[in-house]
């Protein structure tokens, strides 16, 4: 069935810390093994799931995110209720791509293929001007290159008025999954049921220019040479 | 800043349920209010980000949904470390779309174009034959229409080995933000600077035969028109 479940098995990973959380349990071929898979996952996407813990229950919430390969950095705001009432708390934040569907003979087998990384922590707000800057750059920066440098910097009150956070990636996990279905070697495959991938692709479309602005502004090259291409 | 934030404010809502938990609390114009924009934004997807508790910290994995639009159904593998730990626990099933990024002539006021779901509940987990059976097929055909009638529906035992849980939509919360940056009439429109969106969007791409297909298996109209089609 479509289903991809971080709580499967792989052996610890010689790279990324393994704790008892980011340890895979079930299927071994799709825990990930390399501080390198998990910068390839982070550099692909934009946005996560940050998962906080409010009044006892979780709440996951969509934000994006910048990394410059150690830290991930996002927006305080997001966890504002939750690091309000427990500035210790651990987080969870969660990056997909989902890549495909994997269509099996049999439904039991069908399934996505994916990427997603996972890390844990308890995050630390940004307080230092120049730290909250820098942090500030890596995640513009690292959603729109180009931007950082091209359009007007935070002042002294935007930034005071910005809560930032930063997430150490020591306790991460990936799992990925590529290829066909599982079921071309089993009675299934007698079936005469069609099998394979569906690719799903995101693809940056034509930039829509605000009604307000002003005639003859050209969009900047860093901007307009992102359209039509994928995304990551 | 890039954040889209559901700690935002707006009326309670007329038709979905309000708690203290979904009422948005800062930006008036972008909570939801109806029915019809949860059943739009659950439909227009097939990935969710469940949020549950693991051993006091929240865990955040991704996984595929259905739904019939009074209950969304997803495996309990998923869940399952949570589950047994806590069978009562509530969880929260994030649902996110990112339509593009909103690029304002401030980094201050950047941000994304998105619509999220947020909903919340103790998930059932779903026992009786029948039930799992047919949960099984509105997820299947959520996630891939024409799918159920075409590949191996699950035996008995198959059936049995799959934990589908089930939870209500009656707790939930919806999020959008479209349209153009918001600093087009202030100070920063004399900058000279490009502003408007960038899309992202999410094709289907060719099919993907698996190399273990027999020759002369054609697939199946429901999903080779899909190909090339939006997703959603």
Redesign the interface.
Known sequence: ???????QATEPSDTLAVT??TRHRRLREQGGTSRAELDAILRAG??C????????????????YGTDGTTIYF?G??A??SLVASPE??????V?H?D??V??????E?G?N?R?A?I?GVPRAVADPEEKLAG?RC??EH??PG??D??????RK?LAA?ALLALSLDEASVKVRTG??DD??GP??E????????????????????????EG????AH?AD??DRP?G
Chains 1, 2 share one sequence.
Do not use: K
């Open positions: 069935m479509f289903e991809h479940d971080p709580d008892e959380r934009f946005l799931h940050l998962g906080v813990m409010v009044d006892g229950a979780p709440m996951v919430v969509p934000t994006v927006h705001s997001v504002s209720r708390a651990t987080v969870c934040l969660t997909t989902v495909g569907l269509l099996a003979r049999s439904v039991f069908h996505v994916y997603s996972m844990y500030l995640l513009t959603v729109t931007q950082w091209y359009a007007r910097r935070p002042s935007e910005t066909p279905p071309g070697d299934d495959a079936l005469g049921v069609w099998a394979g991938v569906l690719p799903l692709r995101q693809t940056w479309g034509a930039l829509e220019a605000d009604p307000a602005l002003a502004i050209a969009a900047p901007l992102r359209v995304l």
